[in-house]
């Protein structure tokens, strides 16, 4: 079966990304989220939104009938912070008070194992195809998709982190992609079991 890559809908039910998403890195997410039903308030509030970093504005689905099974969330490099900040308005907003403290928290060990999208980056933030649809060239698809919208967007290189034991390494260095930065921040091994991040990177030739 052939499926497309379209820009996201509003009006997708979080309740259909929320697994998608918490899959990518489960114990980064629970780590960050404690919970899915925090992840999904998140999701409540910011996927309708115009701006956040998980507005629909910022991302591409692949559907079969209702059901999200590709997902591609992206941001060029000078949107990034004001999508960043458009997110943490909306998660004081919309969680209640200990999930936004603790959120907040785990943010700031965030900035140390993930570095900031540098200049000319199409930074993704997540790419993630269900259980159900893997081996469906799914993925492929969808980086295809960040390329087409990285050279429209004048971005020179697209970016992401990715833990180092992601089976999703291989796929990347097969696609081009190299690592550019590996981190790993010692309080969130050892408590966490959160291990070494790859920030990979592929160049792009913005006229091919």
């Given at each position: ?28 997410n ?18 309708p ?32 912070g ?40 199409y ?16 993925a ?14 004048g ?11 992601n ?21 969130l ?11 990979m ?8």
């Amino acid at each position: 079966m052939v499926h497309s890559v379209e820009p996201a809908d509003a009006s997708i039910a979080p309740e259909r990304l929320a697994d998608l998403l918490w899959n990518t890195d489960p114990k980064l997410n629970a780590f960050m989220f404690r919970t899915r039903d925090v992840l999904l308030n998140i999701l409540r509030a910011e996927w309708p939104a115009t701006r956040g970093l998980l507005s629909h504005r910022q991302a591409f689905t692949v559907m079969d009938g209702a059901s999200v099974i590709g997902l591609l969330v992206g941001h060029k490099w000078d949107e990034y912070g004001p999508n960043f900040e458009a997110a943490q308005d909306l998660q004081t907003q919309n969680l209640a008070q200990a999930d936004a403290a603790h959120l907040n928290d785990a943010l700031e060990w965030m900035d140390r194992l993930f570095p900031v999208p540098r200049t000319g980056a199409y930074y993704i933030l997540e790419l993630s195809t269900a259980a159900s649809a893997q081996g469906q060239g799914i993925a492929s698809h969808l980086l295809k998709t960040a390329e087409e919208r990285a050279r429209d967007s004048g971005c020179t290189h697209i970016s992401l982190d990715v833990s180092a034991d992601n089976a999703a390494v291989d796929f990347y260095r097969h696609k081009g992609f190299e690592v550019e930065i590996e981190t790993r921040v010692p309080h969130l091994d050892r408590a966490h079991g959160i291990g070494p991040h790859l920030h990979m990177s592929l160049p792009l030739d913005v006229n091919p």
